[in-house]
């Protein structure tokens, strides 16, 4: 597995505010979820497909059964959820690798799309991953939350404009972890196969009901970015560089 934890910034020219504001406001909602809003707050906030595809609240309409997750009553209309979702996760290491990747590969984005474009290029990226995640279940009672799917398409858009920049990743080799530089289009390559391959055998009936991790809003999101890319980003071509190959002891 790469974890990345660098990139190449040489061609950046500006301050990324928006991807910093985002991390931001991501950190800020998580402490608010630390600080007692709870597990029925997250849910109520999170999306739904059924509350989606119905048009309604299951808790302000009395809709929840016994069984079902606990859920304190969402924004209105429902569908905010779409956006506040965005901005919620279900614990430390979700937060942490969502804004992990949300810096390495957000900044030459933004610079490259400008911040008004860029906001908006997140979020349509964002309520395109969890139409994705709703399509492949839209009855599932399940809340999806987190910020993957909107950075899925910040992933897309960079594997368009800057497929050779140089990414720093740490490979882990069983107890020894060691660091490798590989092209972005080799980084992100992998990263979208596995998700692929995940959702794949993912399709199931028990796994699309169990919860866990929302490959289809990763997939999705990161479509959505590779098309929207070639409507937000200016036009200059791919970045190709002289890549080398090395690992540090």
Known sequence: MLIPISDDNSSRTETPYIVYLLIAVNVFVFFIELSGGGEAFIAGYSVIPYEITHGLDLVSTGRLRPGDIPQAAGPSPIYLTLLSSMFMHGGFMHIAGNMLYLWIFGDNVEDDFGHVKFVIFYLVCGIAASFSQIAIDPNSMIPSLGASGAIAGVLGAYLIMFPGNRVRCILPLGFIW?????????????????????????FSHTARRSGGVAYMA?????????????????????????VSYYEDD
């Open 218 to 242: 990763h997939i999705g999101g990161f479509v959505a970015g590779l098309i929207l890319t070639f409507i937000f980003r200016s036009r200059r071509p791919p970045r190709f560089r002289p």
């Open 178 to 202: 060691t660091t490798i530089e590989l092209p972005a289009v080799v980084v992100l390559g992998f990263w979208i196969v596995i998700q692929v391959f995940s959702q794949y055998t993912a």
